[in-house]
């Protein structure tokens, strides 16, 4: 592949997520009744896809620092969107639960997420996407294979993490 495709390429995969970013804040607006960050909506839907997860879990899955976890659970909290407890067995390890009403709030979100990928990939066949699909989870892989070899220099710059994480869930 020459390397003007390349950096054409990389360029429309960057302008496609600023606009999948745009849509995500677009979707956290309709969702009646909260005005979330869109980190908000996704900490509840995986709070909601492993009730009672440590909190250190979500913070490692998320890759983002304690204190903005505890900021994040702090605001899902003060809506009655989720409940903090200490865990049975050992009480410095905090458990993140779902409530009723962050339920119905995971549940209105799901919704609108259906409308906007319907609509983001309408344009095309169903072996497109299938394809598409196979690309990017190909390119995801050789990415996470670079960065867990060293030998993606460039990536993880001025992160707070400089690990690779494995995920809880």
Not at 117 to 135: G, H, V
Not at 150 to 157: E, S, W
């Amino acid at each position: 592949m020459k390397n003007t495709t390349v950096v054409q390429l990389y360029r429309e995969l960057l302008q496609l997520s600023r606009q999948m970013h745009r849509m995500e804040h677009w979707m956290a607006h309709q969702c009646k009744g909260h005005s979330m960050h869109h980190s908000q909506h996704y900490l509840l839907s995986l709070i909601e896809q492993h009730d009672g997860a440590i909190q250190q879990d979500l913070v490692e899955e998320m890759d983002i620092r304690p204190s903005s976890m505890s900021e994040l659970l702090s605001k899902l909290e003060q809506a009655d969107l989720i409940i903090r407890e200490k865990d049975d067995n050992d009480q410095r390890v905090m458990r993140v639960r779902i409530t009723e009403k962050g339920k119905q709030h995971v549940e209105q979100m799901k919704g609108h997420l259906s409308d906007l990928t319907i609509n983001l990939f309408d344009c095309l066949t169903e072996e497109e996407r299938e394809k598409l699909l196979s690309l990017i989870q190909k390119i995801n892989t050789h990415i996470n294979d670079k960065m867990e070899s060293g030998n993606l220099h460039m990536m993880h710059r001025g992160m707070h993490h400089h690990e690779h994480h494995y995920s809880k869930f």
